[in-house]
């Protein structure tokens, strides 16, 4: 018999305060979609603790504990983890599934990104949900369906096939369809994602383990920080670029702008100089 994890039972409480909701607390559509924004607009994508030389724990309640209590957000496995145990708290079935990150490539890269396949109550098929893509991802749940394009914001998203394989594409502005990544349906469980977790947080060449990564994110706008570089992209179609002095601007910005409670005495190391190889999102 396969050893089975102690039971995580989410603070719903806290959860929803952290993100600004207050919803029908029901395995609907609406809840679902609803859910989803306030995720990804309430708690940004961030790589602190892996650029200060650690590896996120994937334990349910070490996930509550800092993305909830401690104000801080994470990447993919942390966001997507946490938010498949609040929805299936809610009454949601969640399949978690693995993608391989694309970003216009045509290279075969590894397993590195956790989405969710969610079926709601009622509805004939499930919905596509990742409130944890740090390049651009979802704001909403897309529908398990090839085609349909889905407006969110100044963006567009839809899935296609092919072959044997689902793609996320987007589209923003009068740019053509991207596709941004791969996945198949196949359940994974947790174990999959502590092995990825590893890689990307340790591997020589991951660039989460060099460069801070942060987002957010947001209908209307959408704030990136990269090392000391901050780009803002609004739905008008502009774009804004402001290089940061110091370790001291990039930490106000993170706190004021970004909502992290990061300690004042944080000091980013300084990034090596090396080939980029951007494997992961």
Known sequence: M????????????AYFARIGWSGERAPTWATLRSLHLAHVVGIPFENVEV???????????????????????????????LFAGVLEALGFEVTRLAARVRMGSDAVRPLTHILLAVEVPGEA????????????????PLPLLPGVSSPQGAWRYRLVREHDLWLLQTVYGDDGWFTVYEFTLQRRELVDYEVANWYVATHPGSPFRHTLRVQRSGPHERAYVVDRLLTV?????????????????????LVRDFGLLLPWDTAFPEPPERPERPEEN
């Open 233 to 253: 992209v609004r739905s008008d179609g502009s774009t804004e670029e402001r290089r940061l002095a110091d370790d001291h601007e990039v930490l106000r910005l």
């Open 125 to 140: 098929h499930p919905y596509i949900a990742d409130v944890g893509f740090g390049s651009g991802g979802l704001l909403e």
């Open 51 to 81: 650029v200060m030389g650690g590896v996120p724990s994937l334990e349910p309640a070490d996930l509550e504990d800092k993305l909830v209590r401690q104000g801080r957000g994470g990447y993919c496995f942390e966001h997507n983890l």
């Open 2 to 13: 396969r050893r089975q994890r102690h039971q995580h039972h989410p603070d719903l409480d």
